[in-house]
Every structure is written in structure tokens, then in C-alpha cells.
């Protein structure tokens, strides 16, 4: 298997029908860089930026995370990477940061609540991804978004580092592409105007689907319970492309939802064409894209996400099975 998936690490990742897929990977770690060469992914769609800080005895400061951020970019050359600002809190701690105890930690004070509530903090991460990029192309997405304003108000502070970084004749990034995560259900309702103000939205359907069912997505005992492929969270993603596409802003989607080969299936019927998955996510998927034809899926998706299952896990499966 592993020798059929390295033989398709040249092939283009295009459906039967001729749509193109990006597929990107996701990482956290310097050891995770030399994945990009290896599963030729078109770049970094979720970096996560809170596990190199996880490992530390202090807060790295502002030359500590511009040669971090340097080598992830130095590395990725000419792909894109997608730097997600801090998402700590709820389950990943910091040794240095005071614990706080919370009830309901996945909802409470955590990733852009704490970066917003610390600016010193947000400022510092921005100037050093703004001295890593150094002239190059930058991609910041900002986790945990639940409204409008909480985007705007990062988006301030990264205009602040600009500038300040104008004044100190640091070079500019070629290009500065700014996004969300779309983790929060109640973003859906302000995804008009949130369009108006983002350059791309990457789902990360973990969260997502953890506050849209009301599940912890740590909690064993509900792994099974409520599944990513029933009409409601089928149609809520839909609903999201539905509204990317009208307003015209680029979609991605990073939860681990884009690693299993069904589920990117479900997500490109739906309309994706961006995802980010674990390295080794890579090759299967891109093995069922190659097989796929998107015309009838996307019809038979129109008409299961209308049914009242459960699940359309198994069904999904008889039409991969049928179809390739
Ligand atoms: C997600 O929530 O889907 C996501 C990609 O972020 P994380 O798993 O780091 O919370
Ligand atoms: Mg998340």
C-alpha cells in the first residue's frame, strides 16, 4: 500500500471529472516540515503554532518565534503556510501561563478570548511572524472566532504591527492573506459580513462539530455517538460553502474530518476544494480523489442530507464502493 501511495506522490490530486483538489498538511512541529517534501502537499493549511510553546519552560519571546517561524518558512520556499495564532486554553496548557480552572474548558477562556485579553501577547507573536516572513508571502488565521468583532479587533492589532514594522524598515510581506478558523456555530449567521472582512476561512470541523452537537470531543464515552456524516453536519457545512462561494472567499477545511478518505469525499461532494489533513492522510485520500466522480455525489449528497438517518457513513461507503 505504502508503495502505491508513493507513486502517486507525482500524480495530481483531480477528480474523474477534472476538479482539482489542494491538499495541505497540517503541523506544529519543525520535525513535522520534512512531511511537505514527502507527501508533496501544496503547502502548510494549519500550522499550529501552541505546540512549539507546549514544550517550553518559558514564553518565547519575540527573536525565539521569528527563528521558529523563519525555518517553518524556509522550508515550506515557495508553498504557503498558514500560521494559526495562539489556541491555547480548554485542554492545552501552558507551564508558564497561570492554570486556570474552568468548568467547561473547550467554551471557556481560551485561543483569540485569551490573545484579545493579552494583546502584549498577540503583538508579540504578529511582529515575529512579520520578521519571519520578511518580504515573503504571509497567511494569519486567528482560532476560536465566535464574532465578527472579535476578528476586527485582531485584525487591529495586526495592522499595529504593520505599521510598526513599516516605521522600523522591516520589509513587508509580499502578500498578507488574514482568515479564520470557523470553529463556532454562531459564525455561520454573520458569514455575509465576515466575508467583507476575511481572505480565506479554513472550518476546523473538531471544534465545530464539537459545539454543533453538543459533544466534548475528548469524551470517549461520545466518540460514536453523533457522526460528521449525518444531514445535520453535512448540511451545516454546505451551508458554509454555499456562503464562501457567494461571497466569493477562499475555503478550507483543517479538523480531522479532511484525514479520512469518506469524509473528504462527503466534503469535496459538498463543495470544498481546499483541505489540510495529517501527512499521513495524504496519499489515501488523494488515492479516493483520483477515483472519484464529483457530478453524481454531489447530487446524491442534495438528496441524503434531506433524509432523517443517523448516519449516512454506510451509505457513503456503498457509494464509494459503487462508484470506483
Ligand atoms: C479544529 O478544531 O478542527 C482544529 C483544526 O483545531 P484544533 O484541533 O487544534 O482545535
Ligand atoms: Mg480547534
Redesign the pocket.
Known amino acids: 500500500r505504502k508503495a502505491a501511495y508513493a507513486a502517486l506522490r507525482e500524480l495530481p490530486a483531480v477528480t474523474l471529472d477534472g476538479i482539482a483538489i489542494g491538499l495541505y498538511m497540517n503541523a506544529g512541529l519543525l520535525i513535522d516540515l520534512p512531511e511537505l517534501d514527502a507527501t508533496r502537499a501544496e503547502g502548510i493549511g494549519?500550522y499550529?503554532t501552541e505546540l512549539p510553546f507546549m514544550t517550553r519552560q518559558d514564553f518565547p519571546d519575540v527573536a525565539d518565534q521569528t527563528a521558529l517561524y523563519t525555518r517553518v518558512l524556509d522550508q515550506a520556499g515557495d508553498r504557503p503556510v498558514a500560521f494559526r495564532t495562539l489556541?491555547i486554553g480548554g485542554d492545552k496548557l501552558l507551564p508558564y501561563l497561570p492554570e486556570t480552572v474552568e468548568e467547561n474548558p473547550a467554551m471557556g477562556w481560551r485561543a483569540l478570548r485569551i490573545s484579545l485579553d493579552h494583546p502584549a501577547m498577540l503583538r508579540t507573536q504578529l511582529r515575529a511572524m512579520l520578521l519571519a516572513a520578511n518580504g515573503r508571502l504571509l497567511q494569519v488565521m486567528f482560532?476560536m472566532v465566535s464574532e465578527v468583532a472579535e476578528f476586527a479587533a485582531a485584525r487591529r492589532i495586526l495592522d499595529m504591527e504593520l505599521e510598526r514594522a513599516c516605521e522600523h524598515g522591516v520589509p513587508l510581506p509580499s502578500h498578507l492573506k488574514v482568515g479564520v478558523?470557523l470553529?463556532v456555530p454562531a459564525l455561520i449567521w454573520q458569514l455575509e459580513s465576515l466575508c467583507r472582512q476575511v481572505d480565506f476561512i479554513s472550518v476546523?470541523?473538531?471544534?465545530?462539530m464539537q459545539f454543533l452537537f453538543a459533544k466534548d470531543r475528548g469524551n470517549a464515552r461520545l466518540a460514536d455517538r453523533y457522526d460528521v456524516l449525518s444531514p445535520a453536519a453535512l448540511s451545516c457545512l454546505g451551508e458554509i460553502v454555499r456562503a464562501a462561494d457567494q461571497y466569493g472567499v477562499s475555503l478550507s477545511l483543517?479538523?480531522?474530518m479532511a484525514s479520512s478518505p469518506v469524509d473528504a469525499m462527503a466534503l469535496i461532494g459538498l463543495g470544498f476544494r481546499n483541505l489540510s489533513m495529517s501527512p499521513s492522510a495524504i496519499g489515501p485520500v488523494k488515492a479516493m480523489i483520483r477515483t472519484l466522480d464529483v457530478g453524481p455525489l454531489r447530487q446524491y449528497l442534495a438528496d441524503a442530507t434531506r433524509q432523517t438517518s443517523h448516519s449516512l457513513r454506510e451509505k457513503l461507503r456503498e457509494f464509494a464502493r459503487d462508484h470506483g
Open positions: 494549519l499550529r489556541d482560532p478558523m470553529e476546523g470541523s473538531n471544534d465545530l483543517c479538523g480531522e
